[in-house]
């Protein structure tokens, strides 16, 4: 009997472990994200303001494309691994 009481002990100490961490991770994630997407969103405001004084240049619209690509990128593989951890 107090075997089973250890292994049930045991699992619910594992389980409440792996909540903690996921919930660390997630929130780490989260962290990343929102840093890198106000960079990007720096990087966005500084083209615009080029652009208010003179025409974009293609190289520069292509940088802003990937630039919004590569956010929106990041952020559906965060989703996907966040649905996954959870």
Known sequence: MLVIF???FKIYQSKSRLKRETKDLKEKFEKEYN??????KRELGE??????KREATQEEKKREEELLKNLADIKS????ELKDIV
């Open 47 to 52: 083209l615009k303001r080029i652009r208010g």
């Open 77 to 80: 593989v965060f989703e996907k």
């Open 35 to 40: 840093e890198l997407e106000s960079d990007i």
């Open 6 to 8: 250890y292994f049930l």
